[in-house]
C-alpha cells in the first residue's frame, strides 16, 4: 500500500473540520433551541462515551453554614505535602504563629500521582462545573475553590474505596503533625467579649524543647508515666472496657527546679497537645471557669501551677472570721471543693505544687488526683541525662567521684544543669565536670556548717535551760 504524503493527511483532515464547523454553524442558525438544546445533550453523550475519564470534584466549602470542609482540608494538606515535590508552580501561605513557609499547588496547576501502579490527575481549580463531574461533599456554586480528581474509569471502584481512604487518612495524620500546637493562658474577665474563646484565652506559639528523654529522674518512673500517658492518650476504648472515665488528674510535687513545668512540656511534646495555663486567680468564679472550658479541644493538657498557693488562701479565708458570701465564691475555694466538677469538664489536667504537705487532703486524695508524682533533688542517673544533654557523654573517669558526691549531696537538677553548662568557647567536658564536682562540694561543706551552727544554737538553748534551772 503506498503511503500517504503529510500533504494529504493535512488535506483531508482540513476538508473535515471544514464540514464539522459547516454544520455546526448550519444547526446553530436554523435549528430551533429545543433542537439545539437536544443536539447539544447528544454530543455530550457522544463525547463522554469515548472518554474513558472519570472526575470528582471537591470543594472547599460546603453547602452548610459555608463550613470549610474536613475533606477539603485533608486533601490540601496531603496534596501539600506530595505536590511540594511534584508541582511545578506552587504558592507559599504563612501559616499562623509558624516562620515556615507552607507550599500548596497555585491554583490551576496539575500533578499526577502514581497510586498502586495506576496513575490519576489532582488539578486545583476555581468554581466552573465541568461535565462528567461528581459533585462530592458540597454544592455547584461559582466562585467556589475546588480539587479535581481525574482517573480512568476502569479504576474507579479502587479510587472511590481505597484511594480516597489513603488520602484522607494521610491528610489527617500530616495535619496533626503538622499542627503548630499552642500554649494558651486565661485572660483577666474584664477583656472578654461575650463567648468570644479568642478573648478568654491569649496564646503563643508552644515550642518548649523539653521532652521525656531529656528530663532528668529515675528512670523507672519515668518509664511509667510515660507508659501512663500513651495508655490514656490511646485509652478511649480501653477506659471505657474497664469502667473508667476517659480522664486523668497529675499532681507534680517537688522543690523548686526540679523540672515539674519541664515535665508539663514534655508531656505536651509527647502527646502532641496545647498546653492551656489555667491562672486561678484571675477567675472570679465557676461560672467563669465553666466558660473557659467550654471550648478547649479534647487534645489540650489543663495545668494549673502552683496549687499550693490557691490553698494557702482557702484556709486564710476560713479562718478569717469576717469572710463574706463573696469570698465563699472566690474560686480557689470552689476549686478546693468542687475539684470533681473540674475533672467532669476537663480531660486531663496537671496540677503543680512546691509543697504538696501544704495541701488540702481532701484536694489530692486519690481518685481525685490520679497519680502523684514526686520530682526530687538530682540523682546519679538523672546527672546522666543531663551529662548526655549538655556534654554529649556517657561516660567518664569523674562520674565516679560525682557518683559519691550525690549519695552526699542535695542539689536540684536545675542547679546541675546550669553547672554543667559550657560557659566559655571552646569548652571541654573535663572543665564543664569539674565545675559541678566544686558546685557539689561547696553545696556539701554549706550544709556542713549548716548542721554544725544548728547543733551549737541547740547546745546554746540547752545550756541555757540548764542555767535557769540551777
Ligand atoms: N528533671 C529535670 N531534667 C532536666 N532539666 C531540668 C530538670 N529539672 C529542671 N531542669 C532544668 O531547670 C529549668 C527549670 O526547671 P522547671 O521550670 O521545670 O522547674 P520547676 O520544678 O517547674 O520549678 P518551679 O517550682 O520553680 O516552678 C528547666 O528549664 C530545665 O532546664
Ligand atoms: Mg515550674
Given at each position: 500500500m503506498m503511503m500517504m504524503g503529510a500533504g494529504e493527511i493535512w488535506a483531508g483532515m482540513g476538508s473535515t473540520i471544514a464540514t464539522v464547523m459547516f454544520l455546526y454553524a448550519m444547526v446553530q442558525q436554523y435549528c430551533p433551541s429545543v433542537l439545539r438544546y437536544q443536539f447539544q445533550n447528544y454530543s455530550r453523550w457522544f463525547v463522554n462515551l469515548f472518554n474513558p475519564y472519570i472526575s470528582i470534584s471537591f470543594y472547599?466549602?460546603?453547602?452548610?453554614?459555608?463550613?470549610?470542609s474536613s475533606v477539603y482540608e485533608e486533601i490540601e494538606t496531603y496534596l501539600t505535602g506530595n505536590s511540594s515535590q511534584l508541582a511545578r508552580r506552587l504558592k507559599a501561605d504563612v501559616v499562623e504563629d509558624g516562620k515556615d513557609l507552607v507550599l500548596s499547588m497555585e491554583d490551576y496547576e496539575e500533578i499526577t500521582e502514581s497510586y498502586q501502579g495506576v496513575n490519576l490527575w489532582w488539578a486545583s481549580r476555581q468554581s466552573v462545573t465541568t461535565n462528567q463531574t461528581i459533585s462530592?461533599?458540597?454544592?455547584?456554586?461559582?466562585?467556589r475553590r475546588y480539587y479535581l480528581l481525574t482517573f480512568h474509569r476502569r479504576h474507579r471502584k479502587l479510587v472511590t474505596e481505597k484511594y480516597l481512604k489513603h488520602v484522607r487518612e494521610q491528610g489527617k495524620k500530616m495535619k496533626v503533625e503538622s499542627r503548630q500546637r499552642k500554649l494558651y493562658t486565661n485572660n483577666k474577665?474584664?477583656?472578654?467579649?461575650?463567648?468570644?474563646?479568642r478573648s478568654m484565652w491569649s496564646h503563643v506559639a508552644?515550642?518548649?524543647?523539653?521532652?521525656f528523654q531529656t528530663l532528668a529522674m529515675n528512670p523507672v518512673k519515668k518509664k511509667e508515666i510515660v507508659d501512663d500517658l500513651i495508655t490514656f492518650s490511646k485509652g478511649k476504648d480501653y477506659y471505657a472496657k474497664v469502667g473508667k472515665a476517659w480522664k486523668r488528674g497529675y499532681l507534680l510535687h517537688g522543690p523548686?527546679?526540679?523540672g515539674k513545668s519541664s515535665m508539663v512540656a514534655a508531656m505536651a511534646n509527647l502527646l502532641e497537645y496545647d498546653v492551656y495555663d489555667l491562672e486561678?486567680?484571675?477567675?472570679?468564679n465557676n461560672n467563669e471557669l465553666k466558660k473557659l472550658f467550654i471550648?478547649?479541644?479534647?487534645?489540650s493538657i489543663i495545668v494549673i501551677e502552683d496549687i499550693d498557693c490557691s490553698i494557702d488562701l482557702t484556709r486564710q479565708r476560713k479562718e478569717d472570721?469576717?469572710?463574706n458570701a463573696d469570698e465563699e465564691k472566690n474560686p480557689i475555694v470552689q476549686m478546693a471543693k468542687k475539684q470533681r466538677n473540674l475533672r467532669r469538664i476537663v480531660r486531663l489536667i496537671v496540677f503543680t505544687t512546691n509543697?504538696?504537705?501544704?495541701?488540702d487532703p481532701a484536694l489530692i486524695r486519690r481518685g481525685r488526683m490520679d497519680k502523684h508524682i514526686g520530682l526530687s533533688f538530682c540523682c546519679f542517673e538523672g546527672f546522666k541525662v543531663l551529662a548526655n544533654n549538655y556534654?554529649?557523654?556517657?561516660?567518664?573517669?569523674l562520674f565516679e567521684t560525682i557518683q559519691s558526691l550525690f549519695q552526699e549531696t542535695q542539689m536540684t537538677p536545675a542547679d546541675v544543669a546550669e553547672n554543667l553548662?559550657?560557659?566559655?568557647?571552646?569548652?571541654?567536658v573535663e572543665t564543664c565536670l569539674n565545675n559541678l564536682i566544686e558546685a557539689l562540694m561547696k553545696v556539701k561543706e554549706e550544709a556542713k556548717s549548716k548542721a554544725e551552727e544548728e547543733s551549737k544554737s541547740v547546745n546554746k538553748e540547752e545550756a541555757k535551760v540548764a542555767e535557769s534551772i540551777q
Open positions: 472547599e466549602y460546603t453547602g452548610e453554614r459555608y463550613q470549610r462530592f461533599y458540597g454544592t455547584d456554586a461559582d466562585d474577665n474584664e477583656t472578654w467579649s461575650g463567648y468570644r474563646k508552644f515550642e518548649h524543647p523539653s521532652r523548686p527546679g526540679t486561678l486567680t484571675s477567675v472570679r471550648d478547649i479541644s479534647s487534645k472570721k469576717k469572710e509543697h504538696v504537705e501544704k495541701l556534654l554529649d557523654i556517657d561516660s567518664h573517669p553548662m559550657p560557659k566559655i568557647v571552646p569548652w571541654d
